[in-house]
């Protein structure tokens, strides 16, 4: 069994903005001819999605070409509007849990589900984790940095005691770098950003010593990791210097990034098969961003990954399905 943990949804439709507060901040859904439609903001179309966004057949119709046999379904990241009001913010962050649930009670055997918080409001977010367990959502999906602000930041150190409390995990996903002014060339947000995102989030999950604070808490990180690993080399040899990351971390920075998941999508094994040298095989998953990956993961077809990188039948099974159950809090 393959288990696609990083995959992701957007509603079919959206609440009509109404009077609210959002105005232009709040999406939409505009059909367009291709069993397609545009995710809307006022008059700017932030992405044309297509129907396996939403629909759960289309969906299952497509994992064998992927070469899996279930999905992790969460958010489209840019969906998390960390820019709207609280009312706002809920109302939206429910809608998108509630078709989430929806998606999962058509196929059950298909999916698990991962839903949304609004994090930018912490109570508002930690009093919704109730909610999220009560539709057996498994966990949550935030972007790489909170308006600006890392996960690793103390304002969220609440909100991730009460993750962990619940048995439930989180799932770091890159958007919005927050050092545009230094991209050149229209590429850069992607290319460069997005990993970039990643090591400064996990970078700041690690230097904030939440993993000191939260030792069970479940953190996956997309793309696995971005420049983080790189980072490692020289954060370990910091460590071991002494001073002040010694006096946040009792161990070191190689131990607490073996406790972190990250996905595979690297674009190229000769640097997933460096993330299993740092790692371990037992903390990486595999991964797609379906449907917008839908390209890369038919091009790199998990089984053809597998025996790219020489993985015995043991590190096989824990790769394809094993680690991202235990991610989930599905096996121990």
């Known amino acids: 069994m393959i288990i696609d943990a990083h995959t992701h949804i957007v509603p079919e439709k959206f609440p009509d903005v109404g009077s609210r507060k959002a105005g232009g901040r709040w999406p939409r859904m505009e059909p367009v001819p291709g069993d397609r439609a545009n995710v809307m903001y006022g008059t700017f179309n932030f992405r044309t999605v297509q129907s396996g966004c939403w629909s759960v057949p289309k969906r299952i119709a497509e994992m064998p070409a992927h070469g899996v046999d279930k999905q992790v379904l969460s958010p489209m990241p840019r969906l998390l509007n960390y820019d709207l009001e609280p009312d706002d913010a809920l109302e939206l962050t429910r809608w998108i849990n509630e078709d989430i649930a929806r998606m999962i009670d058509e196929a059950p055997d298909r999916f698990y589900g991962l839903g949304a918080i609004p994090l930018h409001h912490v109570e508002a977010s930690i009093k919704e984790l109730g909610r999220i367990k009560e539709l057996g959502l498994l966990g949550v999906e935030v972007q790489t940095n909170i308006g600006g602000k890392n996960l690793g930041d103390p304002e969220f150190r609440p909100f991730l005691k009460e993750l962990e409390s619940l048995n439930l995990c989180i ?132 089984e053809a990954s597998f025996k790219e990188l020489g993985l015995s039948a043991a590190d096989i099974e824990v790769f394809s399905s094993k680690n991202c159950l235990r991610f989930l809090g599905m096996e121990g």
């Not at 808490?217 to 420049?227: A, D, N």
């Not at 006096?247 to 999508?265: G, M, N, W």
């Not at 674009?267 to 740092?278: G, K, P, Q, S």
């Open 171 to 302: 799932f770091s996903h890159a958007q919005n770098p927050t050092f545009e002014d230094r991209f050149v060339g229209e590429a850069g947000a992607n290319g460069v950003g997005f990993p970039t995102e990643n090591g400064l989030a996990a970078a700041g999950v690690l230097l904030g010593g939440v993993m000191v604070d939260c030792p069970n808490l479940r953190i996956l990180f997309s793309h696995g990791g971005g420049v983080f690993t790189q980072l490692l080399p020289r954060l370990q040899n910091q460590w071991q210097g002494g001073g002040a990351l010694k006096s946040v971390l009792p161990q070191s920075p190689y131990d607490y990034a073996k406790l972190f998941y990250y996905d595979d999508i690297f674009f190229d094994n000769r640097t997933l098969r460096y993330l299993i040298e740092m790692v371990g095989i037992s903390q990486i998953v595999v991964g797609s961003d379906y449907p917008f990956g839908s390209g890369y993961r038919m091009a790199h077809h998990p």
